[in-house]
């Protein structure tokens, strides 16, 4: 299960202001920590940061100032920790493996079909059968959070089913092609919820 160890200082304040300004700010505040960041922006529209907290077998631990964790296995989001309902994945494909077969523009078209577990905390479920489809859409051109250059992306959408909950949704991946690594994606992790939106700021150290 994901633990919180990390002591946070005035980088890792969740803004509560819903503005185009507060956003700005903190973008800027992010960029002059020394730390791996991500912008996330909710439902609700109100941008915070989370900075890596740990890397560990399973993927690299995401934390937030208010005790809420994100367990990502390359961008993709495997384990929550700390919200109202918590999801995990169970024995889905490696998603470095999944997202590194289409790090190159001839992979557009490409489908990669997957299936595991997930389980939720509210309400609490056992595991249920978990499918998805990954498929390279469109190579996409955007912009940096920390300095505004242009990246080329790969677009890759993952529609996804959880049948015993009648639940269907789709993710969106955006690869940078430079580095390989996931620069932003938008995922669901709460059926009743809306998808939240993720965009890397300072990639770790490699």
């Known amino acids: 299960m994901l633990s919180s160890c990390t002591s946070f200082n005035e980088y890792y304040d969740i803004f509560k202001v819903n503005s185009a300004e507060a956003r700005i700010s ?6 002059t920590s020394p730390f791996a960041s991500i912008i996330v922006t909710t439902e609700d529209d109100n941008p915070y940061s ?8 399973q993927g690299s631990i995401w934390a937030a100032s208010d005790g809420k964790y994100y367990l990502m296995n390359y961008g993709k989001v495997v384990e929550t920790a700390g919200f109202e309902n918590d999801i995990k994945l169970y024995g889905i494909k490696d998603s470095k493996s999944v997202f ?7 992979t557009l078209g490409t489908i990669i079909e997957d299936e595991g577990l997930v389980s939720f905390t509210n309400p609490a479920t056992v595991p ?3 499918k998805s489809k990954f498929i390279a859409l469109r190579l996409e051109t955007i912009s940096s959070l920390l300095n ?5 992306t790969i677009l890759v959408m993952e529609n996804f089913e959880i049948s015993k909950i009648k639940y269907k949704s789709t993710n969106y991946y955006w ?9 932003r994606s938008i995922q669901h992790l709460d059926p009743m919820k809306k998808s939240i939106k993720f965009e890397i700021v300072k990639y770790p150290k490699e």
Request: charged letters at 30%; proline letters at 0%; glycine letters at 0%.
């Open 50 to 57: 989370i900075i890596l907290d740990e890397i560990s077998i």
């Open 148 to 152: 505004e250059t242009n990246k080329e």
């Open 175 to 183: 690869i940078n092609l430079e580095r390989c690594q996931m620069m």
């Open 26 to 31: 903190l973008i800027e505040k992010v960029s």
């Open 128 to 130: 249920l059968k978990y």
């Open 100 to 106: 590194k077969s289409f790090c190159n523009k001839n």
